[in-house]
């Protein structure tokens, strides 16, 4: 799920020690369009959080290893950005990390009757996914290798998470500078 096709697992192989060096984990990364094409890369500091300035120092990492690699054969722009806030679920872990929000499913075959799901995520079993589904008592089982597609809802709750977490680390960052 980090990357759709042949193409993206290619690169993903290519850049994932790169960003690992650097100190960075890629979430996702698209390959996309035609003629201009686009490399999008979702990426974050293992402590989840990713400022501009990561932004900046990846995507120089990056470009100094597709320079010399030169894997795309026609022209393209980079993007590095963080997942955001309505994050792209992509790894198994990321289920645990993000269980009790609220999430969106999409799987590449049918399980339990349905090939979507939208419900709070309530952690991982195994190799399986747990989904509480939207208002159902059911707890949804699916096989992480199945999913095709995940993120987290936008929803009110989200927002005052990111926002806490965002106050937290502002406060943090203070507390930093006035030890210096």
Same mark, same amino acid.
């Given at each position: 799920?980090?990357?759709?096709? $042949? +193409?993206?697992?290619?690169?993903?192989?290519?850049?994932?020690?790169? /960003?690992? $060096? $650097?100190?960075?984990?890629i979430v996702r990364l698209r390959l996309m369009g @035609?003629?201009?094409?686009r490399l999008q890369i979702m990426a974050e500091r293992p402590d989840g959080h990713m400022e501009i300035s990561d932004c900046t120092s990846l995507s120089r990492a990056i470009s100094d290893v597709m320079d $010399? /690699?030169?894997? #795309?054969s026609t022209e393209y722009t980079q993007e590095v950005s963080s997942p955001g806030i309505d994050r792209p679920l992509t790894r198994l872990a990321d289920f645990e990390t993000y269980a009790g929000l609220e999430a969106k499913v999409e799987l590449d075959r049918v399980a339990? @009757?349905?090939?979507?799901?939208?419900?709070?995520? *309530?952690? #991982?079993? @195994?190799?399986?996914?747990?989904?509480?589904? +939207?208002g159902e008592e059911d707890t949804a089982a699916v096989?992480? /290798?199945? #999913?095709?597609? *995940?993120?987290?809802?936008?929803?009110?709750?989200?927002?005052?998470?990111g926002a806490a977490e965002r106050e937290a680390r502002l406060a943090h960052s203070d507390t930093e500078k006035e030890d210096v």
């Open positions: 799920m980090r990357g759709k096709t $042949a +193409e993206d697992l290619k690169l993903l192989e290519l850049l994932d020690p790169v /960003a690992e $060096a $650097a100190g960075y984990e @035609g003629t201009n094409r $010399a /690699a030169d894997p #795309i339990e @009757g349905r090939r979507r799901f939208r419900g709070r995520v *309530a952690g #991982i079993e @195994g190799d399986n996914v747990l989904i509480d589904l +939207e096989p992480f /290798a199945w #999913i095709s597609d *995940a993120k987290l809802v936008l929803n009110d709750e989200l927002m005052q998470r």
